[in-house]
């Protein structure tokens, strides 16, 4: 079984790998927590999950019907909040256990919101613009009773951008005969995005990874980087890294990736990209395989691609002292305990890619307000809430003597299961 597919496969208690491991993580650190064991499901379970299926009619006269979810894990700090995907490998466990990862990232940089995912089984490379419209109209409208401004807010995930937003925002707007623009967050700047939300992950990584290497007394200018994933976040991750010195020595997109120890022009090879949507052939760097990527020579790996790309197969491999999560999940249980004890440091996924969320809450109070903020303001708020969230993770690894996830993990659950305790069971 290749590694692309590994995670689907259903494991013993009938759930796929990716849930299991999202679950794995979770309780290790709730049993070592001194919480309520009968909270446990509560706060492990989604609260709902809604599937549904969504026929559109494709530009060649046919309808292929398609299937979305949406679950919501989480809600006792907030609205529900997270991402939409597009994706062929997208399936309820992938969506439940992005879910859960979306409550403790919220939790864990103190935003108000609970936790939830969606997601749409499709290939947004091969949809039209017209059928990826129609398609985002008809899930918009499937997943309607349970979004909205003040229930769930998503946001782009893999394979959404500002204009799939645009397209949620309007369906919603026209089928409750009002403006609601706090209804999706990642919207573009016209329609009452926020400045620098598209960057927003990358730039949390960057953050993450700056005032890591802070406290080893290193700057970025002295480190080599290797970047799995040049979509949202690898591009703007390795753009901002660049721009401050680091050499990124590799990137890599679905096809394969590419290698120079000397440093990438990462400018030359966005172009590229967005001109041929792969960076095979790019001239000006070696090509190699995406495993390459991963286990070259390097001082920090990004791995901003997809779920459980870093296995216990490839984890021996990699020669980097630090893997900074931009991706979701993106460490299997197995590969984080084979790195913990090759003495890598992990920056976890809901602290290191916090911080799109961060600025889409900046976007949806913006919105609220009125009252919007310049670039400036953004990026200023926006490494503030970084910073806040690494000093106190920093802190209680300190204090536990423990890793970074489980001192993040340690921190976000212990604010959900507070607020949930004291808002009680309902009925
Ligand atoms: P994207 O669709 O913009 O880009 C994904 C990139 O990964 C593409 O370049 C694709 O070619 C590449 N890729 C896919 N599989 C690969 C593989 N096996 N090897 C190498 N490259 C591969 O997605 P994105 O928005 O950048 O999201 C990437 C990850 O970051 C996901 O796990 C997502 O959940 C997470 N994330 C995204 C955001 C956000 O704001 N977009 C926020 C937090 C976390």
């Not at 907030?78 to 309820?92: E, L, S």
């Amino acid at each position: 079984m290749d590694q692309k597919t590994d995670h689907l496969i259903p494991g013993p208690q009938g759930h796929s790998k990716f849930w299991q491991n999202a679950h794995l993580y979770f309780d290790r650190v709730y049993a070592t927590m001194n919480l309520d064991p009968l909270w446990r499901a509560v706060l492990s379970t989604p609260k709902r999950v809604l599937t549904v299926s969504c026929p559109v009619k494709m530009d060649n006269g046919g309808i292929q019907v398609f299937t979305g979810y949406r679950a919501q894990h989480n809600n006792a700090r907030g609205p529900f909040k997270g991402g939409i995907r597009y994706d062929d490998a997208v399936n309820m466990d992938e969506v439940m256990a992005l879910a859960m990862l979306q409550t403790w990232k919220n939790a864990l940089v103190d935003l108000p919101y609970g936790g939830a995912k969606g997601g749409v089984v499709c290939d947004p490379r091969k949809l039209s613009m017209g059928e990826k419209e129609r398609l985002t109209r008809r899930y918009t409208s499937e997943i309607m009773p349970i979004i909205g401004p003040m229930q769930d807010i998503p946001a782009p995930d893999a394979g959404t951008d500002g204009q799939i937003m645009a397209w949620v925002l309007d369906t919603y707007s026209m089928m409750v005969g009002q403006q609601s623009l706090g209804v999706v967050t990642g919207k573009p700047v016209t329609l009452g995005g926020s400045v620098g939300r598209e960057e927003a992950t990358g730039r949390g990584v960057m953050n993450i990874l700056r005032k890591f290497l802070a406290t080893q007394n290193k700057k970025l200018e002295e480190v080599r980087i290797a970047i799995q994933g040049f979509g949202n976040v690898g591009s703007h991750a390795a753009r901002l890294l660049a721009e401050r010195g680091a050499t990124i020595v590799a990137i890599s997109a679905k096809e394969g990736g590419l290698y120079d120890e000397s440093g990438i022009d990462i400018e030359a090879a966005t172009r590229y990209y967005k001109e041929n949507g792969v960076l095979t052939d790019f001239p000006g760097a070696d090509a190699v395989s995406n495993e390459e990527v991963l286990t070259c020579e390097c001082d920090v790996l990004i791995p901003a691609a997809m779920e459980s790309t870093i296995d216990a197969t490839v984890a021996p491999h990699i020669k980097a002292r630090i893997v900074c999560e931009g991706a979701n999940g993106p460490t299997t249980p197995e590969a984080d305990e084979i790195l913990r004890d090759n003495g890598v440091t992990v920056l976890p996924d809901i602290l290191a890619n916090a911080g799109g969320v961060t600025v889409s809450y900046f976007e949806w109070v913006q919105g609220l307000e009125n009252f919007f903020w310049d670039i400036q303001k953004v990026q200023d708020e926006l490494q503030r809430v970084m910073e806040r969230a690494f000093d106190q993770v920093n802190a209680k690894a300190d204090e536990a003597d423990c890793d970074y996830r489980t001192a993040a993990y340690t921190i976000a659950i212990s604010r959900v299961a507070e607020a949930s305790r004291l808002r009680g069971l309902f009925p």
